[in-house]
């Protein structure tokens, strides 16, 4: 199974300052298709996950655009331009680049 | 938009089984290119794929948890369902539905196995 390590586990930020969140692959996530199926989604406290950026880099729809994905291969980043008081909660990282699909563990974004 | 329901029991007894159904609503289950998953979480842990399954019935289970699993599609009433045999406690969760692209998530379900 592929498995993904998110670091840190913790993350305390200031409102308005930059944030981000490295999720690594135990190995390369680059389909056969060319693509990369990586994915990060975002929890809030008492609510269902909810995905922010897939393929890498790509924002889904309706997504402020202070939420951004980049990276390849194995390493991979999401950064959080300027915190806002909304973006508290759990980050995981995600692949469905092979079955079994799988998660990272987790970063918390806490003010 | 794409929404999802999910039904089921909020409380199962050790050793039975754990029964939950998803509802597609503002799209088919049988669309092109679509696949529908269920995922968990336990209580202040992380989360945790369970499987997937296409509208052809295709499955793909996560390993650890693939001997007791079962997922169907319903195409007639345009949902998915969940079985999960001999629940012990270590199954209690959250559990969720999503479509397989993980855009879109039902509301969630917190499933207690206890007598």
């Known amino acids: 199974d592929i498995v993904l390590t998110q670091t840190p586990l913790s993350s305390p930020v200031t409102l308005g300052q930059p944030a981000s969140i490295s999720c690594r692959s135990s190995q390369s996530l680059v389909h056969s298709d060319g693509n990369t199926y990586l994915s990060w989604l975002q929890q809030r406290p008492g609510q269902p996950p909810r995905l922010l950026i897939y393929t890498i880099s790509n924002r889904f729809s309706g997504v402020p655009d202070r939420f951004s994905g980049s990276g390849a291969g194995t390493d991979f980043t999401l950064r959080i331009n300027r915190v806002e008081a909304e973006d508290v909660g759990v980050y995981y990282c995600m692949q469905s680049t092979e079955f079994p699909l799988t998660f990272g563990g987790g970063t918390k974004v806490e003010i | 938009q794409v929404q999802l329901q999910q039904s089921g029991p909020g409380l199962v007894k050790p050793s039975e089984t754990l029964s939950l159904t998803c509802t597609v609503s503002?799209?088919?289950?049988?669309?092109?290119?679509?696949?529908w998953g269920w995922i968990r979480q336990p209580p202040g842990k992380g989360l945790e794929w369970i499987g997937t399954?296409?509208?052809?019935?295709?499955?793909h289970y996560n390993p650890s948890l693939k001997s007791r699993v079962t997922m169907s599609v319903d195409t007639s009433k345009n949902e998915f369902s969940l079985k999960l045999t001999s629940v012990t406690a270590a199954d209690t969760a959250v559990f969720y539905c999503a479509s397989g692209d993980i855009r879109f998530w039902g509301q969630g379900i917190l499933v207690t196995v206890s007598s």
């Open positions: 399954i296409y509208p052809s019935g295709t499955t």
């Open positions: 503002g799209g088919s289950i049988s669309s092109s290119s679509s696949h």
